[in-house]
């Protein structure tokens, strides 16, 4: 194709990681891209937990108007913030190797080696409802505070202490190990213990839909077993009409069914913790959103559209 693609993103470290490294993959096959930065609401607004604000799409609204708008051709997202729902007129075209899906606990003591492992009553910061519904259903005793703002301040308002200094953290590993984090890590969380978000750890790069030769430019980027697994994760929560800052998580286990199939888990837990709900099925490779209907069939059944409706 000619010309160079511009590519939207967020202004965060992060972000700013994720986008570059598109554009070097692209570069490596000869398409140019230049990075374009674009303030979000959930960027504007720190000061209140995600789950509180209004609305749905805190950290892809403005970059998709963007894209409608002509002024980027491509929307790097991390894929977990994506709605399952796309504005009319885009396509998400592809989702490259996925990263590390798992929650970490960054804490401030050394020595944590477990989440049970974390002093009674520790006071432990995020502001993810998913995190604070598992990690009150798991620890009621601890005291879950709100903790917004990019990885590194996050990780540094753990470490440095202080005035009503936080004990831990929970976090995405992938994105400390983009930001060369890895260290701070403490303790890697199961997946089946703290349950990721749907799509945690992957990019979706979003265009639109009737722009056939960007679509071909990115192709080569796609993987096709993160894109099969992400779609069954974020098919348990389009199926229960969650949206992103929803108590729902989902995972997509690596040959973990039978005849080595992937296995997915979803999982809805109330916002006090008390009830959680966990189911399963096979991915068929085919049909990798079937799976993810029939998660949200089985949890369904077992009360988590009343606990979400609470």
């Known amino acids: 194709m000619s010309g160079i693609l511009k590519l939207g993103t967020r202004g965060s470290k992060l972000a700013r990681w994720q986008a570059d490294w598109v554009r070097e993959r ?13 303030k979000t609401r959930g960027d504007a607004e ?21 894209l409608l708008e002509r002024r980027i051709d491509v929307a790097v997202h991390s894929l977990k913030d994506l709605p399952t729902r796309l504005a009319p007129g885009l396509a998400l075209a592809a989702v490259p190797e996925r990263g590390d899906p798992r929650d970490v606990l960054v804490t401030r003591q050394p020595g944590v080696t477990s989440l049970a492992g974390l002093p009674p009553a520790a006071r432990v910061g995020t502001s993810s409802l998913r995190r604070v519904a598992q990690l009150r259903h798991l620890r009621p005793d601890v005291a879950v505070l709100p903790l917004r703002g990019n990885v590194p ?38 997946p089946l213990e703290i349950m990721p978000a749907p799509g945690q750890g992957a990019l979706g790069l979003e265009v ?73 099925a096979d991915v068929d490779p085919a049909d990798p959103a079937a799976a993810g209907v029939a998660v949200a069939d089985l949890l369904g059944a077992q009360g988590a559209l009343e606990l979400l409706a609470r």
């Open 153 to 190: 301040t996050r990780v540094r308002q753990v470490k440095e202490g202080g005035d009503g200094a936080l004990d831990a953290a929970l976090l995405a590993r992938a994105g400390l190990e983009r930001l060369g984090l890895a260290a701070m890590v403490a303790v890697t969380l199961d």
């Open 46 to 66: 720190v000061d209140r937990p995600l789950h509180e604000l209004e609305g749905k799409g805190f950290f892809t609204k403005e970059i998709e108007e963007a």
């Open 26 to 38: 692209l570069a490596e096959r000869g398409v140019a891209a230049e990075i374009v930065v674009i």
């Open 208 to 280: 639109r839909a009737d722009d056939r030769a960007t679509r071909g430019a990115l192709a080569p980027l796609e993987h096709a077993a993160s894109a099969r697994q992400v779609a069954a994760e974020r098919s348990v929560l389009a199926a229960l009409g969650g949206g992103c800052q929803a108590p729902v998580a989902a995972y997509a286990g690596n040959g973990e069914g039978r005849r080595g199939m992937d296995r997915l888990y979803g999982r809805v837990t109330a916002r006090d913790g008390a009830v959680q709900i966990t189911a399963s």
